[in-house]
T-cell receptor
Framework: AQKITQTQPGMFVQEKEAVTLDCTYDTSDPSYGLFWYKQPSSGEMIFLIYQGSYDQQNATEGRYSLNFQKARKSANLVISASQLGDSAMYFCAMRLTNFGNEKLTFGTGTRLTIIP | DGGITQSPKYLFRKEGQNVTLSCEQNLNHDAMYWYRQDPGQGLRLIYYSQIVNDFQKGDIAEGYSVSREKKESFPLTVTSAQKNPTAFYLC????????????FGPGTRLTVT
């Protein structure tokens, strides 16, 4: 079974600094996808970034990048130049990509607080 | 605007009553999902539907039921058999089963006393 581990329950970061949110995963399947979602206090889940297990390069989306280290089974989210609006819960998730096993498995999340 | 709507935002029920949470999407997506979120935990999959008139149990389906009679609608019923129904419920959809991006609704916070 797949498992996602996020070891940082909460983080405080000064505005404009970069921040790294940790995520490790466990699966024996070679074909999978890794996701990061942001959940503001309003509750909705906002998709941020995706990395496929066979992708050669780390994914980037604007200020978000995913530091994918396959051998270490880690998929850390890096937010550059943090803003006050980045304060939220952040969830790492994984999905197998072989047919019939496409359910998302989520970690427990990290609460990020940006300090002015 | 295309998106997913869930209503109401907050729902209160007495123990022993069934309650139905609504989820509607106008994205023309085939697949829809229901998740439950408890404090300090990630999302857990309750039920999912790959296509209209089809649905499958997720990881924590006991005490819940769903229907998928229309493509745009996927209501979730929390029955009296659910031991701990108080939680935040999120509905999501994706273009098709296996699409990597799921779009989420704003959620319904259910409190049962």
């Amino acid at each position: 079974a797949q498992k996602i581990t996020q070891t940082q329950p909460g983080m405080f970061v000064q505005e404009k600094e970069a921040v790294t949110l940790d995520c490790t995963y466990d699966t024996s399947d070679p074909s999978y996808g890794l996701f990061w979602y942001k959940q503001p206090s309003s509750g909705e889940m906002i998709f941020l970034i995706y990395q496929g297990s066979y992708d050669q390069q780390n994914a980037t989306e604007g200020r978000y990048s995913l530091n994918f280290q396959k051998a270490r089974k880690s998929a850390n989210l890096v937010i550059s130049a943090s803003q006050l609006g980045d304060s939220a819960m952040y969830f790492c998730a994984m999905r197998l990509t072989n047919f019939g096993n496409e359910k998302l498995t989520f970690g427990t999340g990290t609460r990020l607080t940006i300090i002015p | 605007d295309g998106g997913i709507t869930q209503s109401p935002k907050y729902l209160f029920r007495k123990e022993g009553q069934n309650v139905t949470l609504s989820c509607e999407q106008n994205l023309n997506h085939d697949a829809m999902y229901w998740y439950r979120q408890d404090p300090g935990q990630g999302l857990r999959l309750i039920y999912y539907s790959q296509i209209v008139n089809d649905f499958q149990k997720g990881d924590i389906a006991e005490g819940y039921s769903v229907s998928r009679e229309k493509k745009e609608s996927f209501p979730l019923t929390v029955t009296s058999a659910q031991k701990n129904p108080t939680a935040f419920y999120l509905c999501a959809s994706s273009a098709r089963w296996g699409s990597y991006e799921q779009y989420f609704g704003p959620g319904t916070r259910l409190t049962v006393t």
